[in-house]
T-cell receptor, first 112, second 115 residues
């Protein structure tokens, strides 16, 4: 079935460090791919998305490129800030269905 | 303002109580969802509604009872819950259940504690 695998957390970085959170998905069909972010005490917010191979989603300095050949959608940011501390979820559109399948989430803590 | 509002934000209830969670969206979306988020577990899809009709029920115990009176409102009625039901309950909406490429809009959730 559909699945999304993302790197285990927590991830702790110093401010201005480079961030990569890995995400891979099962190669069923050509799903749209998403990154959601959950700040403490809040629900999930859509961070960025890509709908086809080689698309790059970007928002707030974050980027992720849809890599069909490696079935990956890694999240990157060149210089993280304390305010980026949150839990990040990778998700894929379900194959032949309406559902989103989420990864387990990666907690990011950025320290000054 | 996320467009999806959930109330209450926090709820503590005993195992014999009956309570309801409310979700409201004013985005004109036709699909609404209930998710359960427990510590160290993936998001669990509980129920899916499309135009007030339930289209999915993912083997959720009957102590959870959803209701969707119209496309803007979704409820989750709770009765005789167990302590392991303590979690963050998230409501989400999307333009349609046909194709998820628009993504979902989530509410801030209700933090439920069962004592």
């Amino acid at each position: 079935g559909d699945s999304v695998t993302q790197m285990e957390g927590p991830v702790t970085l110093s401010e201005e460090a480079f961030l990569t959170i890995n995400c891979t998905y099962t190669a069923t069909g050509y799903p749209s791919l998403f990154w959601y972010v959950q700040y403490p005490g809040e629900g999930l917010q859509l961070l960025l998305k890509a709908t086809k191979a080689d698309d790059k989603g970007s928002n707030k300095g974050f980027e992720a490129t849809y890599r069909k050949e490696t079935t990956s959608f890694h999240l990157e940011k060149g210089s993280v800030q304390v305010s980026d501390s949150a839990v990040y979820f990778c998700a894929r559109e379900g194959a032949g269905s309406y559902q989103l399948t989420f990864g387990k989430g990666t907690k990011l803590s950025v320290i000054p | 303002e996320t467009g999806v509002t959930q109330t209450p934000r926090h709820l503590v209830m005993g195992m014999t109580n009956k309570k309801s969670l409310k979700c409201e969206q004013h985005l004109g979306h036709n699909a609404m969802y209930w998710y359960k988020q427990s510590a160290k577990k993936p998001l669990e899809l509980m129920f899916v509604y499309s135009l007030e009709e339930r289209v999915e029920n993912n083997s959720v115990p009957s102590r959870f009872s959803p209701e969707c009176p119209n496309s803007s409102h979704l409820f989750l009625h709770l009765h005789t819950l167990q302590p392991e039901d303590s979690a963050l309950y998230l409501c989400a909406s999307s333009p349609s259940v046909v194709g998820a490429n628009y993504g979902y809009t989530f509410g801030s959730g209700t933090r439920l504690t069962v004592v």
